[in-house]
């Protein structure tokens, strides 16, 4: 790993003592039984990955792909056969339609919109019908990832008009800022021009880049003066974004990235190569820092991304666990293709459940570990709050995903058994176990919603409710 | 791909012809320098070589063998372009070698250890190939085709094969229309290969007009479509045979040649009539070309021309000129061409007499010096005019252009259909100037002042543009999606923003703001213009790019740069729609096609804005903005009058040029001018009408012309300085080189008095030895103007009762012999006709039209141009008309990569 992890503990100790605007951190630091259940905000977060687990692996529990989830086992609630046919959408990639129904239960209703609100929205908007403290971002989105096109395949917190809660930080820079920088509310134009007005920037410094590259079409004398022309761009970009609106007691901005963003991380769909150093370095800073924002009670409710739907990235590197190799990552290699055949999508799509299918486990396996690791930095001894408790026990999480099958030519397989944990939202729901709960989606979720206390329910008004009561504590 | 000969065979045999025979009938014998014989046979006045120089283009030239090593197993590549690409005969008993000829008696491989990388790289950068090659097959039956040229891999991978197939010759081609074998091929006709000694030249042009030519006419002709993109790298070049050994090739070999472009039909011909030696006897002339050119010329400039030029001439020695000095001095001849040592330069120089007062030549001036007259003394020009040396940029240096204020006004308007006129003047920073224009690319940098006003501007132009109307040009969908047709839209719509198309990964990136757009929740529209004010500050928006890798030589230039070089030159502004159609179809490379073009765009209104641009940065009218006089000395000044005057002479300019569209010459003696009310009362003249109104000045003798005017006479200050205004007219209507003054000089301008006219003065800094040298070369020019006081006010006595004159005798740069005019209206006659000033107009308008110095490398090009214009009647669109075809604006500098 390139860099070490950030932690509330190491994040206090960079800034000298100095004291970080945090109204709840004085409350978090009492260990008082009595001041504890007011103490212990509601939060609720999704935690995507891409790509699934195939229905067949589940069932292995903790013995094979979900290992990774082990030492976390009694704080979550793993729940196999699980049914999310209904957000399936005719002409629709299956990708999009499975990640778009993840804790919304419903099928995407065009290109960037949900067809209902998030889990996590619902609770949001019930909760806090008046928003948030200002100081807090209304709904935290970051995620790391590459496939685009679609918005549902990346993005996973919805309002209940269906357009995405918050705007996406996909670098951990971004992130940062929002987090630490000039707040606002989840409409707040400002944010959301200045986030766009970002995008274009980032796209012109790309260009520059390019132009002062090794593959500049330029000669010396040309490429220095389009590096100067660079140069000055981020002195602009320094000026505008870097300066402005900074909280001035904030942390040291984290390291840039170094994994493609923007269209350079989806070249039309063809896949981008990355190594699995690469792929983990950002991630776990991405992680840290969202399991950060959540410590300091900057954020309650969003969702994090580990991958997109549909994700196509031609993964290298040896992958270990825990001091024992699993397994060699060489997608294009062990493909023997390139482009988008040679990404590790197409072990989804080669599944076969009378084989061993030994690099599908190793990608998913990998991705437990990942989303393992952005839970356990809630469960840390910095995470224990007024109860005694973890934020990871404390907050209703919601890990999912888009498949239960990866091969395309059966929907409604490939929409069925699809892999869904929680964790028990302080009390509210059963952890330890893993249960077949043979149940929509949606009436899980909407027995969730009722479990934490929030009004109105998922899916159509008409619907008859079937509560899943097996998931309650 | 679609293929339609066009057969003109037999070959009619002309005199051409048969001065070839002789070169075969010599050859056989053993006499090698046949060629160059026939070609001093044709020009008995030249030498054999200097005519080889002029005529063999070297121009896109990769690789030639001339055979001219007769040992060892390497053919060595002169071409002196890049890497050379030597070749290895694997068996030297299959071959005998002699000077200039290689014959193959035994099959055998001559191929290249390596891959041909500047062949693979520089010819599909152009999308151009031309094959020459002087060979004598040895037998009619060989086939396979047997490979005479090839850059191949095996019997299957070719990108180009020449080779002979029975009794024709055979050519694959690989481009994205044929297939990885060059297949379709275009053969010559059947009967076209013989056993005699033949010229046979393959050409294929971006438009896919591919022609094969044996002895210097043209035999077959086919279009082969697509690109040249799919070339193979890693192909090597080889002669006589297939790499895999199974198509060998017998016959002689003396001469092979590729080049990046197409040779041109008359190029083709006159090679064809040099015959194959050549390409020896050029690189010969041509290595004391460049001598003359790059060490001896700006040598002599610097060093020597200060007392020896046509003007001071001491001791009698005028090195300026080739007759001149090599007629010598008052001490008798002063180079003995051939030899240094009987040479009276070499021996001022090497003594250290020479320069006089002056440091002496270093020593690696001396070694070029001495090896020139030891080498001959050749001269490439019969005058060295300093001004072609006063710039000595390093070769290779090729500086981006940036956009101009105005040209980035007028791209925004023809882009996106918005007026930011009045915000970008206002708040980019101001281009300044430097070599006379601001529009010079080395002097066009970049500070946060411009990165700040491009994305507050970017800002302003999409807030003012119907952006779905805008992107309903490039595409009917308004989905996001980068799965969908959001990357079609991007694709369409950068290709014209940016000039060109886009590739892969530029789609790529902008396509990631609308991922970003959507993500946010945003539409179609937001999307859009957040793509199109990314665009707006791309390098590629900002920049005229072109790809400058090469390999430090001059290569075509592609079709979009060709396409946004006519437009920024033309008009000051991007391409329009139907040039970049011409674009599309490669049709930009015909020269009737690009002379249709500059035609049509010479009608265009840019045309004519672009012209006033140049006329404003060359006479500097901007100044007028800032002219302040001293009220005290001139109590009736209007501020207005400054712009008056400026007006006057921008609408003067459009009149001559192209209302009447008289020479450009005549802007210094045509009798019209253009004045308000205020400014007619200024010069003396009948207020006629309000507003700006045409005067007839054919009955004032004292006006006419852009010197009588007051934008160019205000130049000389409220003094009326014949210092300013002679040095005006020297350096930017002559083009004329003076040094500036000693450090130690006082520079103070006299003032006048009664008995001491400007004039007056004048002619004592003339008399003084230590003044006069200089002076006497400019301040004679404004004897003619003393008349006009400080600010272009006609008087004929001055404020202290001084008779004012208007006679003065000059010597125009260049000139042997001084020029005497009696009053301002012959003065301006004297310049209108002056060839030296018909010159440096053309000069001023090819640097403006480039946007960088002249330098000696494009003295020859320059002067082309100018014949060709005034050819053409000398009037502004003749001119722009022979930039825009030349070589200048055709072909590019490129960058040797590592």
């Not at chain 2, 479509?225 to 080889?238: E, F, H, I, Q, V």
């Given at each position: 790993?390139?860099?070490?992890?950030?932690?509330?503990?190491?994040?206090?100790?960079?800034?000298?003592?100095?004291?970080?605007?945090?109204?709840?951190?004085?409350?978090?630091?009492?260990?008082?039984?009595?001041?504890?259940?007011?103490?212990?905000?509601?939060?609720?977060?999704?935690?995507?990955?891409?790509?699934?687990?195939?229905?067949?692996?589940?069932?292995?529990?903790?013995?094979?792909?979900?290992?990774?989830?082990?030492?976390?086992?009694?704080?979550?609630?793993?729940?196999?056969?699980?049914?999310?046919?209904?957000?399936?959408?005719?002409?629709?990639?299956?990708?999009?339609?499975?990640?778009?129904?993840?804790?919304?239960?419903?099928?995407?209703?065009?290109?960037?919109?949900?067809?209902?609100?998030?889990?996590?929205?619902?609770?949001?908007?019930?909760?806090?019908?008046?928003?948030?403290?200002?100081?807090?971002?209304?709904?935290?989105?970051?995620?790391?990832?590459?496939?685009?096109?679609?918005?549902?395949?990346?993005?996973?917190?919805?309002?209940?008009?269906?357009?995405?809660?918050?705007?996406?930080?996909?670098?951990?820079?971004?992130?940062?800022?929002?987090?630490?920088?000039?707040?606002?509310?989840?409409?707040?134009?400002?944010?959301?021009?200045?986030?766009?007005?970002?995008?274009?920037?980032?796209?012109?410094?790309?260009?520059?880049?390019?132009?002062?590259?090794?593959?500049?079409?330029?000669?010396?004398?040309?490429?220095?003066?389009?590096?100067?022309?660079?140069?000055?761009?981020?002195?602009?970009?320094?000026?505008?974004?870097?300066?402005?609106?900074?909280?001035?007691?904030?942390?040291?901005?984290?390291?840039?990235?170094?994994?493609?963003?923007?269209?350079?991380?989806?070249?039309?769909?063809?896949?981008?190569?990355?190594?699995?150093?690469?792929?983990?370095?950002?991630?776990?800073?991405?992680?840290?820092?969202?399991?950060?924002?959540?410590?300091?009670?900057?954020?309650?409710?969003?969702?994090?991304?580990?991958?997109?739907?549909?994700?196509?990235?031609?993964?290298?590197?040896?992958?270990?666990?825990?001091?024992?190799?699993?397994?060699?990552?060489?997608?294009?290699?062990?493909?023997?293709?390139?482009?988008?055949?040679?990404?590790?999508?197409?072990?989804?799509?080669?599944?076969?459940?009378?084989?061993?299918?030994?690099?599908?486990?190793?990608?998913?396996?990998?991705?437990?570990?990942?989303?393992?690791?952005?839970?356990?930095?809630?469960?840390?001894?910095?995470?224990?709050?007024?109860?005694?408790?973890?934020?990871?026990?404390?907050?209703?999480?919601?890990?999912?995903?888009?498949?239960?099958?990866?091969?395309?030519?059966?929907?409604?397989?490939?929409?069925?058994?699809?892999?869904?944990?929680?964790?028990?939202?302080?009390?509210?729901?059963?952890?330890?176990?893993?249960?077949?709960?043979?149940?929509?989606?949606?009436?899980?979720?909407?027995?969730?919603?009722?479990?934490?206390?929030?009004?109105?329910?998922?899916?159509?008004?008409?619907?008859?409710?079937?509560?899943?009561?097996?998931?309650?504590? | 791909?679609?293929?339609?000969?066009?057969?003109?065979?037999?070959?009619?045999?002309?005199?051409?012809?048969?001065?070839?025979?002789?070169?075969?009938?010599?050859?056989?014998?053993?006499?090698?320098?046949?060629?160059?014989?026939?070609?001093?046979?044709?020009?008995?006045?030249?030498?054999?070589?200097?005519?080889?120089?002029?005529?063999?283009?070297?121009?896109?030239?990769?690789?030639?063998?001339?055979?001219?090593?007769?040992?060892?197993?390497?053919?060595?590549?002169?071409?002196?372009?890049?890497?050379?690409?030597?070749?290895?005969?694997?068996?030297?008993?299959?071959?005998?070698?002699?000077?200039?000829?290689?014959?193959?008696?035994?099959?055998?491989?001559?191929?290249?250890?390596?891959?041909?990388?500047?062949?693979?790289?520089?010819?599909?950068?152009?999308?151009?190939?031309?094959?020459?090659?002087?060979?004598?097959?040895?037998?009619?039956?060989?086939?396979?085709?047997?490979?005479?040229?090839?850059?191949?891999?095996?019997?299957?991978?070719?990108?180009?094969?020449?080779?002979?197939?029975?009794?024709?010759?055979?050519?694959?081609?690989?481009?994205?229309?044929?297939?990885?074998?060059?297949?379709?091929?275009?053969?010559?006709?059947?009967?076209?290969?013989?056993?005699?000694?033949?010229?046979?030249?393959?050409?294929?042009?971006?438009?896919?007009?591919?022609?094969?030519?044996?002895?210097?006419?043209?035999?077959?002709?086919?279009?082969?479509?697509?690109?040249?993109?799919?070339?193979?790298?890693?192909?090597?070049?080889?002669?006589?045979?297939?790499?895999?050994?199974?198509?060998?090739?017998?016959?002689?070999?003396?001469?092979?040649?590729?080049?990046?472009?197409?040779?041109?039909?008359?190029?083709?011909?006159?090679?064809?009539?040099?015959?194959?030696?050549?390409?020896?006897?050029?690189?010969?002339?041509?290595?004391?070309?460049?001598?003359?050119?790059?060490?001896?010329?700006?040598?002599?400039?610097?060093?020597?021309?200060?007392?020896?030029?046509?003007?001071?001439?001491?001791?009698?020695?005028?090195?300026?000129?080739?007759?001149?000095?090599?007629?010598?001095?008052?001490?008798?001849?002063?180079?003995?061409?051939?030899?240094?040592?009987?040479?009276?330069?070499?021996?001022?120089?090497?003594?250290?007499?020479?320069?006089?007062?002056?440091?002496?030549?270093?020593?690696?001036?001396?070694?070029?010096?001495?090896?020139?007259?030891?080498?001959?003394?050749?001269?490439?020009?019969?005058?060295?005019?300093?001004?072609?040396?006063?710039?000595?940029?390093?070769?290779?240096?090729?500086?981006?252009?940036?956009?101009?204020?105005?040209?980035?006004?007028?791209t925004v308007r023809s882009a996106v259909g918005v007026d930011i006129d009045e915000e970008a003047r206002k708040i980019l920073p101001p281009d300044l100037r430097a070599d006379g224009f601001s529009n010079t690319a080395y002097n066009l940098n970049v500070d946060?002042?411009?990165?700040?006003?491009?994305?507050?501007?970017?800002?302003?132009?999409?807030?003012?543009?119907?952006?779905?109307?805008?992107?309903?040009?490039?595409?009917?969908?308004?989905?996001?999606?980068?799965?969908?047709?959001?990357?079609?839209?991007?694709?369409?719509?950068?290709?014209?923003?940016?000039?060109?198309?886009?590739?892969?990964?530029?789609?790529?990136?902008?396509?990631?703001?609308?991922?970003?757009?959507?993500?946010?929740?945003?539409?179609?529209?937001?999307?859009?213009?957040?793509?199109?004010?990314?665009?707006?500050?791309?390098?590629?928006?900002?920049?005229?790019?072109?790809?400058?890798?090469?390999?430090?030589?001059?290569?075509?230039?592609?079709?979009?740069?060709?396409?946004?070089?006519?437009?920024?030159?033309?008009?000051?502004?991007?391409?329009?729609?139907?040039?970049?159609?011409?674009?599309?179809?490669?049709?930009?490379?015909?020269?009737?096609?690009?002379?249709?073009?500059?035609?049509?765009?010479?009608?265009?209104?840019?045309?004519?804005?672009?012209?006033?641009?140049f006329a404003t940065e060359w006479l500097d009218l901007d100044r007028l903005s800032s002219l302040s006089p001293d009220r005290n000395r001139f109590p009736d000044w209007d501020d207005d009058l400054a712009s008056d005057m400026r007006s006057e002479t921008l609408?003067?300019?459009?009149?001559?040029?192209?209302?009447?569209?008289?020479?450009?010459?005549?802007?210094?003696?045509?009798?019209?001018?253009?004045?308000?009310?205020?400014?007619?009362?200024?010069?003396?003249?009948?207020?006629?009408?309000?507003?700006?109104?045409?005067?007839?000045?054919?009955?004032?003798?004292?006006?006419?012309?852009?010197?009588?005017?007051?934008?160019?006479?205000?130049?000389?200050?409220?003094?009326?300085?014949?210092?300013?205004?002679?040095?005006?007219v020297l350096h930017d209507l002559m083009r004329g080189v003076v040094r500036d003054p000693p450090a130690c000089v006082d520079t103070t301008p006299v003032p006048t008095e009664p008995g001491l006219s400007q004039r007056a003065i004048a002619e004592q800094r003339?008399?003084?030895?230590?003044?006069?040298?200089?002076?006497?070369?400019?301040?004679?020019?404004?004897?003619?103007?003393?008349?006009?006081?400080?600010?272009?006010?006609?008087?004929?006595?001055?404020?202290?009762?001084?008779?004012?004159?208007?006679?003065?005798?000059?010597?125009?740069?260049?000139?042997?012999?001084?020029?005497?005019?009696?009053?301002?209206?012959?003065?301006?006659?004297?310049?209108?006709?002056?060839?030296?000033?018909?010159?440096?107009?053309?000069?001023?308008?090819?640097?403006?039209?480039?946007?960088?110095?002249?330098?000696?490398?494009?003295?020859?090009?320059?002067?082309?141009?100018?014949?060709?214009?005034?050819?053409?009647?000398?009037?502004?669109?003749?001119?722009?008309?022979?930039?825009?075809?030349?070589?200048?604006?055709?072909?590019?500098?490129?960058?040797?990569?590592?």
């Open positions: 790993m390139k860099t070490g992890t950030i932690s509330r503990r190491t994040m206090l100790k960079s800034v000298g003592g100095v004291t970080i605007g945090l109204p709840l951190l004085e409350e978090m630091l009492v260990s008082s039984a009595t001041a504890a259940e007011a103490a212990v905000p509601v939060r609720a977060f999704n935690v995507f990955f891409g790509l699934g687990i195939p229905a067949p692996l589940q069932t292995e529990g903790f013995d094979g792909v979900l290992e990774p989830l082990r030492p976390l086992a009694d704080k979550l609630l793993i729940m196999r056969n699980v049914d999310q046919i209904r957000c399936d959408e005719s002409g629709i990639n299956a990708h999009y339609d499975g990640a778009t129904g993840s804790f919304t239960a419903e099928p995407p209703d065009g290109e960037a919109r949900a067809g209902g609100p998030s889990l996590d929205q619902v609770v949001r908007q019930s909760l806090y019908p008046e928003g948030l403290p200002p100081e807090m971002v209304p709904t935290l989105i970051g995620g790391t990832f590459f496939r685009r096109s679609r918005v549902g395949r990346y993005v996973h917190s919805y309002k209940h008009d269906g357009t995405v809660a918050g705007t996406m930080q996909e670098k951990p820079r971004d992130l940062f800022d929002r987090v630490f920088g000039r707040v606002g509310t989840t409409d707040d134009p400002d944010a959301r021009r200045q986030r766009l007005r970002r995008s274009v920037l980032d796209a012109v410094v790309d260009q520059y880049k390019f132009y002062t590259g090794a593959n500049s079409p330029l000669g010396a004398t040309s490429r220095a003066r389009v590096a100067d022309h660079l140069q000055r761009i981020r002195e602009y970009e320094q000026r505008v974004y870097a300066l402005a609106g900074r909280d001035p007691d904030s942390p040291d901005v984290p390291p840039p990235s170094d994994v493609a963003h923007g269209g350079e991380a989806d070249p039309g769909g063809m896949g981008i190569d990355i190594t699995l150093e690469e792929l983990t370095t950002e991630w776990r800073l991405m992680a840290d820092l969202y399991a950060l924002a959540i410590q300091l009670d900057r954020a309650r409710f969003g969702s994090i991304t580990f991958l997109a739907a549909g994700e196509r990235i031609r993964l290298t590197g040896d992958y270990e666990y825990e001091g024992r190799k699993i397994f060699h990552f060489d997608d294009a290699a062990q493909h023997n293709a390139t482009g988008d055949q040679g990404c590790s999508h197409e072990w989804w799509h080669k599944y076969n459940p009378e084989k061993q299918n030994e690099q599908l486990r190793a990608h998913a396996h990998m991705k437990m570990r990942e989303v393992a690791y952005f839970l356990s930095k809630l469960d840390d001894p910095d995470a224990v709050e007024a109860n005694g408790k973890t934020i990871l026990e404390n907050s209703m999480i919601t890990i999912s995903t888009e498949s239960g099958d990866g091969r395309h030519n059966d929907v409604k397989r490939e929409l069925s058994g699809v892999f869904h944990a929680i964790t028990g939202a302080n009390g509210r729901f059963k952890t330890g176990e893993i249960l077949d709960l043979n149940a929509e989606g949606i009436d899980v979720y909407n027995t969730m919603i009722r479990s934490m206390g929030a009004e109105g329910q998922l899916g159509p008004a008409d619907r008859e409710m079937r509560p899943v009561d097996a998931i309650l504590a | 791909m679609k293929i339609m000969k066009r057969f003109r065979y037999p070959i009619s045999l002309g005199s051409s012809a048969i001065l070839l025979a002789l070169a075969a009938s010599s050859y056989d014998t053993g006499l090698l320098t046949v060629s160059a014989g026939q070609a001093a046979e044709r020009t008995p006045d030249s030498s054999s070589q200097e005519v080889g120089a002029a005529a063999r283009t070297t121009s896109g030239l990769q690789v030639v063998y001339d055979f001219h090593s007769s040992e060892g197993r390497n053919v060595e590549d002169r071409s002196r372009v890049g890497p050379p690409v030597t070749l290895q005969v694997s068996d030297e008993n299959a071959v005998t070698r002699r000077e200039g000829t290689l014959d193959v008696t035994a099959p055998v491989l001559i191929a290249s250890d390596e891959p041909a990388q500047k062949l693979n790289t520089s010819i599909p950068s152009t999308g151009e190939v031309t094959v020459e090659v002087w060979i004598r097959p040895a037998k009619i039956d060989q086939s396979g085709p047997a490979r005479i040229v090839t850059i191949s891999q095996d019997p299957n991978g070719r990108n180009i094969t020449l080779g002979q197939d029975g009794d024709k010759y055979d050519v694959r081609l690989r481009t994205t229309d044929t297939n990885a074998n060059g297949i379709p091929s275009l053969s010559s006709p059947p009967g076209s290969l013989t056993t005699d000694l033949t010229h046979v030249v393959y050409t294929h042009d971006r438009s896919g007009r591919t022609r094969i030519y044996i002895n210097g006419e043209q035999v077959a002709e086919a279009e082969i479509g697509g690109s040249l993109s799919n070339w193979d790298g890693s192909y090597r070049l080889a002669l006589a045979n297939e790499f895999s050994g199974d198509r060998p090739w017998l016959g002689t070999y003396r001469l092979v040649a590729i080049y990046n472009r197409d040779l041109l039909p008359h190029e083709v011909e006159r090679h064809f009539q040099l015959g194959p030696e050549a390409a020896h006897a050029s690189k010969l002339a041509d290595a004391r070309t460049q001598l003359f050119n790059n060490e001896i010329a700006p040598l002599l400039t610097r060093k020597c021309l200060e007392c020896h030029d046509s003007y001071a001439k001491a001791g009698g020695l005028d090195l300026s000129r080739k007759k001149a000095a090599l007629a010598g001095g008052e001490s008798g001849k002063a180079i003995a061409p051939g030899s240094a040592a009987d040479s009276l330069l070499w021996e001022m120089v090497a003594s250290g007499e020479m320069p006089q007062d002056r440091p002496p030549l270093s020593d690696e001036e001396k070694a070029s010096l001495r090896a020139w007259i030891d080498g001959g003394a050749q001269w490439s020009t019969d005058f060295i005019d300093p001004a072609v040396y006063l710039y000595d940029r390093p070769r290779g240096q090729v500086w981006l252009q940036r956009l101009t204020v105005p040209e980035y006004i007028e946060l002042g411009h990165v700040e006003a491009y994305a507050e501007l970017a800002e302003i132009i999409v807030g003012r543009m119907d952006v779905l109307e805008f992107a309903a040009r490039f595409s009917e969908s308004r989905s996001l999606s980068t799965d969908d047709t959001m990357r079609d839209f991007v694709a369409a719509m950068g290709k014209w923003l940016l000039r060109g198309p886009l590739n892969e990964r530029e789609v790529t990136n902008y396509s990631g703001i609308a991922t970003t757009v959507a993500s946010a929740g945003g539409d179609f529209e937001e999307a859009a213009s957040g793509i199109i004010e990314a665009m707006l500050q791309s390098p590629r928006f900002l920049y005229r790019f072109e790809d400058q890798r090469g390999d430090g030589t001059a290569w075509p230039v592609g079709d979009y740069e060709l396409a946004s070089r006519l437009s920024y030159i033309l008009w000051g502004a991007p391409p329009d729609e139907e040039l970049m159609r011409a674009a599309d179809e490669g049709r930009l490379t015909d020269p009737n096609e690009l002379a249709q073009q500059v035609e049509r765009m010479l009608q265009d209104a840019r045309a004519v804005s672009r012209s006033l641009q609408a003067f300019f459009e009149e001559v040029v192209w209302t009447q569209k008289r020479p450009m010459a005549d802007l210094l003696n045509a009798q019209v001018t253009f004045a308000t009310p205020r400014l007619a009362t200024h010069y003396g003249l009948e207020p006629q009408r309000d507003g700006l109104t045409r005067y007839d000045l054919a009955s004032i003798p004292s006006r006419g012309g852009l010197l009588t005017q007051g934008s160019t006479l205000t130049i000389g200050g409220d003094e009326a300085s014949m210092v300013a205004r002679g040095l005006f003339l008399a003084n030895v230590a003044c006069g040298g200089c002076h006497s070369k400019f301040e004679p020019y404004a004897f003619g103007l003393e008349r006009f006081n400080g600010l272009g006010a006609y008087r004929e006595i001055d404020e202290h009762g001084n008779k004012l004159l208007e006679n003065g005798v000059v010597l125009i740069p260049g000139a042997e012999q001084t020029s005497r005019y009696e009053s301002i209206s012959e003065l301006m006659d004297l310049l209108a006709r002056s060839d030296r000033v018909s010159r440096s107009i053309t000069w001023k308008v090819t640097q403006f039209a480039l946007g960088r110095p002249l330098t000696a490398a494009d003295a020859g090009e320059v002067d082309r141009i100018h014949e060709t214009a005034s050819a053409d009647g000398g009037t502004y669109p003749a001119l722009l008309k022979a930039i825009v075809m030349s070589d200048l604006v055709r072909m590019k500098q490129t960058e040797a990569m590592p």
